[in-house]
């Protein structure tokens, strides 16, 4: 019943400003289109300061430097991708299985040599 009763109230406005924009038109329309001009140019303003403001926030610029970034790793990965494939055509008159890849090395990795064979010593409990 309470969502009826404000759809009515707000169908009734509704029609009120339509009624009254039609009226404004009819009565004095270089007035009503100079106020809608004045409306638009009020707007436009706002809207430009606001987009100033909202686009100089460092989270804006950090997105944007990600997606640049993003951008150029997928470019570059695309032309990897390209090369290998150049490499496959070139060699197309051996079979596929017979491809050897190459060993992938893990250079990160590193062993610390030690006295691995020495045990602590412990007290027992």
């Known amino acids: 019943m309470k969502s009826r009763a404000s759809t009515i109230i707000i169908l009734g406005l509704i029609l009120l400003a ?3 924009v039609v ?10 289109l100079q106020r809608i001009a ?5 707007g436009a303003v706002i809207y430009f300061i606001f987009q100033r403001f909202y686009k100089s926030s460092p989270k804006k610029r950090e997105q944007r430097a990600f997606i640049r970034a ?4 997928k470019k570059r990965h695309q032309v990897k991708e390209t090369s290998k494939g150049n490499q496959r ?3 197309s ?5 017979s491809i050897k890849k ?3 090395t893990s250079t990160h990795l590193t062993v610390i040599q030690g006295k691995k064979g020495k045990k602590k010593d412990r007290a027992s409990l």
Request: glycine content about 12%; proline content about 6%.
């Open 38 to 42: 004045v409306i638009l140019l009020v």
């Open 18 to 20: 339509i009624l009254g």
């Open 23 to 32: 009226t404004s038109l009819v009565s004095n329309p270089a007035g009503f």
């Open 93 to 97: 008159g051996h079979s596929l299985t």
């Open 89 to 91: 055509k070139a060699g």
């Open 102 to 104: 190459p060993k992938k």
């Open 70 to 73: 993003a951008k150029r790793s």
